[in-house]
């Protein structure tokens, strides 16, 4: 599923900030009348597939995006073990999984798939339903300086959820290839996102200055649906 982006062949392993959260996700598009019939199947699978302790699987819907993103629905799965979340992605075979994809293809129209990690996030909180992406086109000789501009800013604003900054490493497009995601407790503390204060001003002016050169490529919304 792609939250989009570029593919950026340096993992940057340099970057000694937050403890990293690996994500795989999967994007889908889903006409209104066959919603019901997906979550069902996804709830099915997911509720029933064994998955280690420190993976963890959601089901969204993206009720807020641009007019240019066609997927209606993701799956979301994180860990901070790459081991762990690779084992899980290698796990989704045989007949059980054979016969979801085949159900499932009669709902979705239209699928795709990207991963990618965290580079530097505070909070680490997966329990707010709901969650933004904001989406760049960031050269990759620029990524130091862009995740550096991102931790200054973080910790000059007051976030109440989960906040970070990361890399689009598989499933890229248009020169996308770094994203800032945080999530909300509910859609009022999403609504009042910015500056609160003329000192937040400030640090979030300073970003935008300190990143000159990259640019925003697109935001979305997702709200979930159940946790797994």
Do not use: C
């Not at 329990?127 to 000789?141: D, L, M, R, T």
Request: aromatic letters at 12%; glycine letters at 6%.
């Amino acid at each position: 599923m792609k939250k989009t982006l570029l593919l950026i062949t340096l993992l940057f392993s340099s970057f000694l900030f937050s403890q990293n959260m690996f994500w795989y996700d999967v994007l889908l598009e889903v006409d209104s009348k066959d919603v019901a019939t997906v979550a069902e199947l996804v709830d099915n699978y997911y509720s029933n597939h064994k998955k280690g302790v420190d993976v963890t699987v959601q089901f969204s819907s993206i009720p807020l995006k641009g007019s240019s993103e066609k997927a209606t629905h993701i799956i979301s799965i994180t860990s901070e073990s790459s081991k762990s979340l690779a084992d899980f992605r290698n796990s989704l075979s045989g007949s059980d999984w054979d016969l979801y994809i085949s159900k499932m293809s009669n709902y979705v129209k239209s699928s795709r798939a990207s991963a990618g990690k965290d580079l530097y996030s505070v909070g680490n909180d997966n329990s707010n339903p709901i969650g933004q992406a904001w989406i760049f086109k960031v050269e990759n000789y620029n990524l130091n300086t862009f995740v550096g501009a991102f931790s200054k800013l973080i910790k000059s604003i007051n976030f109440d959820g989960s906040v970070g900054v990361g890399q689009i490493i598989h499933g890229t497009e248009n020169g996308e290839s770094t994203y800032i995601y945080g999530t909300y407790s509910d859609l009022n503390s999403a609504f009042n996102f910015g500056p609160k204060n003329d000192s937040e001003a400030k640090v979030f002016s300073e970003f935008s200055e300190s990143i000159k050169g990259s640019e925003l490529s697109k935001t979305f919304t997702r709200v979930l649906i159940k946790k797994y």
